[in-house]
């Protein structure tokens, strides 16, 4: 108490350890200023940057067979994607879709880091466009850093009026293509140039569109940083033999600035010049020398800028690339680096990935077009109609998955002189439609046991006469009647 009672005479402010944790547990966000880069890497991004935003805004426009080729219609749950219809039946399709997604993440990572973050992640491609459009408006980093330091003018106003005005409606268009996805695009741009949306679709264009404006205009890396799991887990993912974005610190230290005239060896310097580059078009602002870092998304903006500069200083370029940690370390050539790549974990995961592609592909060729659920009535399991005959009733759950009419002709089998009826033959069904059937079976008692008896319901594709065509399709589907 005594010490610090000095320390308030003095005019000295005690020292305090919990202001010391605060700092380090709340440290103040700076703005990240990311200079513009060009080169190979810059090249793929922003081609994937084309062919990724294409493929979201364009394909909601497309049609097939006279409705949206993709929509996935929630209120009658269907999912049509080109010519394909699913159904909730057909759950095992997504589980398929998640786990190729799964394995090829891993696979990817296993093989080069973190490529989608860097090149087709959606929050770095928004990203991306979002700092295009700020560069076209407000101008290159130092006249951004300018213009927000600088005190407010009309023309600081209308520079960030406009660059906001063109997030803005650049998020609105991608929320209003999302929920196109969900509602027909041509009805929603209807109701939306009516004003006359419903509450689930305005929900959704907004709720969207300001998600893209906040995390691809102002919290940027913070999403990669903080927010996203993947930048977390993704370390234990990375071995020895993995591609990833290195310093060669045995070419660039020591670092030091020269002319490019100079001999830098003569002066007992390595190739980097410590012109900062690297740090300056990272959108994450770390800085690559410093080792391997979480924050590194593995867009490959410094290697593009440290190219740069190795032309213009005369030196060979690779000072930062794509390389290994053994490689680095022990100086292998790119066919070795190749080679080691290709290892049990990386071949097993392509093994995995492959057969699961194969398996569902195959599924989806062999498909059978119309599904049937057979369900008991609980009702009545059985009764005595006229004639002698036992009769049980069912329903008959049946789906056209696909997007032209179908002739079905149903037939039982499994009891002795089992018939069909209460329906009529051969049965229609419209496209991509489905049919809750009562059916009622009936048979002779004379020669069965009591009790219940394996059948089986018979549905085979017939034409319009009723003649049956197995060779399209034939289903067999499990059920029992029940003798009293």
């Known amino acids: 108490m005594a010490s610090h009672d000095q320390a308030r005479l003095s005019g000295v402010t005690p020292h305090d350890p919990q202001a010391d944790n605060d700092q380090a547990l709340y440290e103040v966000r700076k703005k990240i200023y990311p200079r513009a880069v060009s080169g190979r890497f810059a090249n793929w991004r922003w081609s994937l940057v084309f062919l990724t935003q294409l493929a979201f805004y364009g394909s909601v426009w497309l049609t097939w067979n006279g409705r949206q080729a993709v929509l996935f219609d929630l209120v009658s749950r269907k999912f049509y994607i080109f010519g394909l219809v699913l159904w909730p039946q057909d759950f095992i399709y997504l589980t398929t879709l998640l786990l190729i997604s799964a394995f090829s993440l891993f696979l990817f990572t296993a093989v080069a ?242 057969t699961i592609i194969g398996a569902a592909t195959i599924h989806l060729l062999l498909r059978v077009p119309v599904k049937v659920d057979v369900i008991r009535d609980r009702g009545a399991i059985a009764r005595e109609v006229e004639g002698g005959f036992i009769e049980n009733v069912y329903r008959l759950q049946i789906m056209n998955t696909e997007e032209v009419p179908r002739y079905l002709s149903i037939t039982a089998s499994g009891v002795d002189g089992i018939k069909v009826e209460g329906i009529a033959q051969p049965l229609a069904i419209g496209p991509a439609s489905a049919l809750l059937l009562p059916v009622r079976l009936r048979a002779r008692p004379a020669g069965l046991d009591k009790g219940m008896h394996r059948i089986h319901f018979d549905v085979v594709a017939s034409d319009a006469a009723g003649n049956p065509q197995p060779g399209i399709f034939s289903i067999h589907e499990k059920s029992l009647f029940y003798t009293p």
């Open 113 to 354: 880091g973190r490529l989608w973050c860097g090149f087709a992640c959606p929050q770095t491609v928004y990203t991306e466009i979002f700092l295009w459009i700020e560069r076209k408006i407000e101008g290159e980093s130092r006249a951004r850093m300018k213009l927000d330091r600088g005190g407010f003018s009309v023309h600081k106003f209308t520079l960030k009026a406009a660059k906001h005005g063109a997030w803005i409606a650049l998020s609105f268009w991608t929320g209003f293509t999302f929920v196109g996805y969900f509602t027909p695009i041509r009805e929603l741009d209807r109701l939306v140039m009516s004003f006359s949306t419903g509450p689930w679709e305005t929900f959704w264009i907004a709720f969207y569109g300001f998600a893209t404006y906040g995390n691809a205009g102002f919290m940027r890396e913070q999403v990669c940083k903080y927010m996203c799991p993947y930048a977390r887990f993704q370390g234990v993912m990375f071995d020895r033999d993995t591609l990833l974005i290195t310093y060669d610190n045995l070419r660039g230290e020591p670092r030091g600035a020269r002319s490019r005239k100079a001999d830098y060896k003569a002066q007992s310097l390595g190739e980097c010049v410590d012109c900062n580059i690297c740090v300056q078009v990272c959108p994450t602002g770390i800085d690559i020398r410093d080792g391997q870092q979480y924050e590194c998304i593995g867009c490959a903006a410094c290697i593009d800028g440290c190219n740069q500069v190795m032309d213009k200083m005369g030196y060979p370029r690779g000072l930062i690339r794509y390389a290994t940690e053994s490689a680095v370390e022990k100086r292998f050539g790119w066919a070795v680096m190749l080679k080691r790549i290709f290892r049990p974990r990386v071949l097993l995961y392509t093994a995995i990935l492959w």
